[in-house]
């Protein structure tokens, strides 16, 4: 579902029919369920899941800085950048093991795709260093994701022999030819060295 579909779908639901008397005494509800300490373990308080979401939103914000200041503090070639994406992956992996399905950084910022729940399978981390008309971005995913080169789909997959593939459906790069290039892109990829 993209966002066109999501706007259309809020914007068709109608808002539940309530009794006057609902309206009247909700604030006040409110009011009370607020000064109410929290619960107990047993039965999690939705404040309590209010505060984690916040910790959440706090914790990628700062993951989101932390990116974006390493991005710019190495540099713009191949070998910098890799150290710099190897780097931020490790710092965020730490706060959110099992939940990133990829880290992009480039010119404009970093954006930063985490799954809800911590249970994303165990994969080969990859950092693909992208260059097309409109300048580079570093992407980190993991075999078996899809990314887009330009306005592909391409799925990205960790080889055997330690190569890397890069398959859309028009195009196929391999770091086995890192000279061959993806359309107008020029492609630079690296496993990424995991801790055993």
């Known amino acids: 579902m993209n966002d066109a ?9 109608r808002v539940p029919e309530r009794a006057p008397e609902h309206w009247e005494n909700f604030p006040g509800k409110i009011t009370n369920r ?9 039965d999690p308080s939705p404040w309590l899941s209010f505060r984690n979401l916040g910790w959440s939103f706090a914790g990628a914000a ?7 200041g390493l991005w710019h503090h190495y540099g713009r070639t191949p070998a910098t950048q890799f150290a710099a994406a190897e780097k931020c992956y490790r710092e965020i992996s730490i706060m959110f093991p099992h939940q990133i399905r990829d ?3 480039n010119n404009q910022g970093s954006k930063i795709d985490l799954a809800d729940t911590a249970d994303l399978p165990d994969a080969q981390p990859i950092i693909l260093n992208i260059c097309g008309p409109n300048g580079c971005q570093v992407i980190i995913t993991f075999s078996g994701q899809r990314v887009r080169v330009g306005g592909e789909e391409c799925d990205v997959l960790a080889g055997t022999t330690g190569n890397v593939i ?7 790069w391999t770091s086995d030819d890192p000279s061959r290039r993806f359309s107008q ?10 801790p055993s």
């Not at 892109?185 to 995991?194: G, H, M, P, Q, V």
Request: cysteine-free.
């Open 185 to 194: 892109f020029r492609i630079a990829a690296k496993l990424l060295n995991t």
């Open 5 to 13: 579909d999501l706007d259309r779908l809020l914007k068709s639901a």
């Open 103 to 105: 880290i992009i950084l």
């Open 166 to 172: 890069v398959a859309g459906e028009k195009s196929v």
């Open 34 to 42: 607020l000064r109410r300490p929290p619960e107990t373990a047993g």
């Open 62 to 68: 700062l993951a989101a800085l932390l990116t974006l």
